[in-house]
């Protein structure tokens, strides 16, 4: 499976941001689909994720009620709309497709990684 992210960039506190993953190739395999991010010499966190065959989402408590990721079903993209901003927000954020659970350890497949950056 190929992953490929757009979206990241510049945008002040408060502002708004989308990104979007496109999945490609044995995507009959992903269980769930979602975001990471790291921030220089920090470990990688989980930021959201969407089952693929379920629907479920799942958040982290820091974006809960600020991002929202959504999958379109017939293009194999996930997108993940990033409102209301901070700064903390900044890092690179990462598409992981995970064939069994959702957390870092099941992920299998990972995106280059798109920058965020937030400025205050």
């Known amino acids: 499976v190929e992953l490929v992210e757009s979206g990241g960039g510049l945008v002040q506190a408060g502002g708004s941001l989308r990104l979007s993953c496109a999945a490609s190739?044995?995507?009959?395999?992903?269980?769930?689909m979602g975001w990471f991010r790291q921030v220089p010499g920090k470990e990688r966190e989980f930021v959201a994720t969407?089952?693929?065959?379920?629907?479920?989402?799942i958040y982290a408590d820091s974006v809960k009620g600020r991002f929202t990721i959504s999958r379109d079903n017939t293009l194999d993209t996930v997108y993940l709309q990033m409102n209301s901003l901070k700064p903390e927000d900044t890092a690179v954020y990462f598409c992981?497709?995970?064939?069994?659970?959702?957390?870092?350890?099941?992920?299998?497949?990972w995106g280059r990684g798109t920058q965020v950056t937030v400025s205050s």
């Open positions: 190739g044995d995507t009959l395999r992903i269980y769930f």
């Open positions: 969407h089952g693929w065959s379920e629907g479920t989402t």
């Open positions: 992981a497709i995970g064939l069994t659970g959702h957390v870092e350890s099941a992920i299998a497949f």
